[in-house]
């Protein structure tokens, strides 16, 4: 098996994957979510997974950590999806599984995000990758902030 040569960033993501597992989800700070993240979960959940890559870049690249592997495993599965609909099943498996790995310790929910809902059907997909390309893709759930019911 070949070694993958060292990377800074991946290695530092690594890093900080590793101590908020250890440290548990009480460890990470929960900002409120900008309107871009609502943009990219719309997006998403239309298929746009390139335009949802972009969204979510522009927010990963400005953020730190931790909040930025959130931002990072939300990417990750949209580009899994972007390989999907492309053909390429080798790199969709990849990536899904990158974020899953990447997302799991913000579950069940951050950022007003229903993370755990997310996961399963990610898993599921993972479960039988023969009929990958015949299965319904996937939606994000939003959580809606009481204040946001109450008007309804």
């Known amino acids: 098996m070949t070694r993958r040569p060292s ?3 991946r290695d530092r ?11 548990g989800r009480a ?4 900002p ?19 335009k949802c890559h972009e969204t979510l870049e522009a927010l990963w690249l400005k953020e730190g950590y931790p909040v930025r592997l959130f931002y990072q495993g939300i990417l ?12 390429n099943r080798r790199g969709s498996l990849a990536k899904l599984r990158e974020g899953l790995e990447t997302l799991g310790p ?10 755990n809902s997310l996961i399963e059907e990610v898993n599921r997909w ?26 309804n």
């Open 7 to 9: 990377n800074p960033r």
């Open 13 to 23: 993501d690594l890093a900080w994957l590793e101590k908020l597992r250890l440290q």
């Open 27 to 30: 460890s990470i700070p929960e």
């Open 32 to 50: 409120p979510p900008p309107p871009q993240l609502a943009h990219a979960i719309a997006e998403f959940n239309r298929g746009d997974f390139f």
């Open 76 to 87: 990750k599965i949209a580009v899994g999806f972007y390989h999907q609909q492309r053909g």
């Open 106 to 115: 913000f579950a069940p929910q951050y950022m007003e995000v229903k993370l």
């Open 126 to 151: 993972l479960e039988n990758k023969e009929q990958i390309e015949q299965r319904a893709l996937p939606l994000i759930q939003k959580i809606v902030p009481q204040s946001s019911k109450a008007a």
